[in-house]
């Protein structure tokens, strides 16, 4: 059974990069069936996606975050991870990693697994 | 940018049928996903591709699609079902996704 954990700071001081990293375990994160995906949601509010990376390492970012946001994969590592850099106290956030499960017909997948999250708080 | 967009809260009585919407110009060509998420948890995909429902999903939950709009389906709701739900899609031109506002599903 594939698991998604998510590790990284909780607090990161403003105008610094946030970075995370999403642990892939019981399946390969090279798999061509799956791409990954972050997603965040600030407390109280609603959910946002931030974008995501196949195992070619191609990636699609949401457009008003691509400017500041990186995501990577390390297959060797079995592992992707989330650059946010010049954050600020509105990039504080719960952050979600899920895998996208491809589906034939449909190039984007189900995010049907997903980390338990991770907090990240911006401040000084 | 492009946007999705859901009625913020939606109330039903137990044992009801509840129908959440979601609205968005690249519907009709862009499969829609809808989620769940109860208070500190991770959300679950409930429905995929418009209308699949994913193993380990109540037979209740079903999705369907009609033009701009999708709708997510719960019959006979029971308390448990009480949560936020999102539905997910792809713009027209496929190079990002979004998430729909959030609908706030009260069980009376």
């Known amino acids: 059974q594939v698991q998604l954990q998510e590790s990284g700071p909780g607090l990161v001081k403003p105008s610094q990069t946030l970075s995370l990293t999403c642990t892939v375990s019981?399946?390969?994160?090279?798999?061509?069936?799956?791409?990954w995906s972050w997603i965040r949601q600030p407390a109280g509010k609603g959910l946002e996606w931030i974008g995501r990376?196949?195992?070619?390492?191609?990636?699609n970012y949401k457009p008003s975050l691509k400017s500041r946001v990186t995501i990577s994969i390390d297959t060797s590592k079995n592992q992707f991870s989330l650059k946010l850099s010049s954050v600020t106290a509105a990039d504080t956030a719960m952050f979600y990693c899920?895998?996208?499960?491809?589906?034939?017909?449909?190039?984007?997948?189900?995010?049907?697994?997903w980390g338990q999250g991770t907090m990240v708080i911006v401040s000084s | 940018s492009y946007e999705l967009t859901q009625p913020p809260s939606v109330s039903v009585s137990l044992g009801q049928m509840a129908r959440i919407t979601c609205s968005g110009e690249a519907l009709p060509k862009k499969y829609a996903f809808w989620f769940q998420q109860k208070p500190g948890q991770a959300p679950v995909l409930v429905i995929y591709k418009d209308n699949e429902r994913p193993s380990g999903i109540p037979e209740r939950f079903s999705g369907s699609s009609s033009g701009t709009i999708v709708t997510l389906a719960i019959s006979g709701v029971q308390a448990e079902d009480e949560a936020d739900y999102y539905c997910l899609s792809a713009d027209s031109s496929y190079s990002y996704r979004v998430f729909g506002g959030g609908t706030k599903l009260t069980v009376l």
């Open positions: 990376v196949c195992p070619s390492g191609s990636t």
């Open positions: 019981g399946g390969s994160i090279s798999s061509d069936s799956s791409c």
């Open positions: 899920a895998r996208d499960r491809m589906l034939t017909g449909d190039p984007w997948g189900a995010s049907d697994i």
